[in-house]
């Protein structure tokens, strides 16, 4: 079993940065693909970027293309959504996601994703 727990959203002007990260327990991190997702108030869970298990294939939203970058750090069983230029339309609350296996390529639905983080909040103050 895979457990997500994602932490470093907070508030933030419109123009500042914030780090997720995204610490997992369980078998198999370094062989999974992982993802970022959000979801507005009102509005349906969304992909944001997504990132495969070695690290070397990365994929964004176009909307935070530029702006946001993910990592992972395999030894500490860790992924990182680096989130620079926010801007009020970025708040959400952002989970992480695990494809729990190896699967070769990049993944954007959801249904791809097996475990997920409870999520945590990111506002951006206009």
């Known amino acids: 079993q895979v457990q997500l727990v994602e932490s470093g959203g907070g508030l933030v002007q419109a123009g500042g940065s914030l780090r997720l990260s995204c610490a997992a327990s369980g078998p198999a991190f370094s062989t999974s693909g992982m993802g970022w997702f959000r979801q507005a108030p009102g509005k349906e869970r969304e992909f944001v970027s997504a990132i495969t298990a070695g690290g070397r294939g990365t994929y964004y939203e176009d909307s935070v293309k530029g702006r946001f970058t993910i990592s992972r750090m395999n030894a500490k069983s860790s992924v990182y959504l680096q989130m620079d230029g926010l801007k009020p339309e970025d708040t959400a609350v952002y989970y992480c996601?695990?494809?729990?296996?190896?699967?070769?390529?990049?993944?954007?639905?959801?249904?791809?994703?097996?475990?997920w983080g409870q999520g945590t909040q990111v506002t951006v103050s206009s």
């Open positions: 996601a695990s494809r729990g296996q190896y699967i070769s390529g990049i993944a954007t639905a959801q249904n791809e994703y097996r475990y």
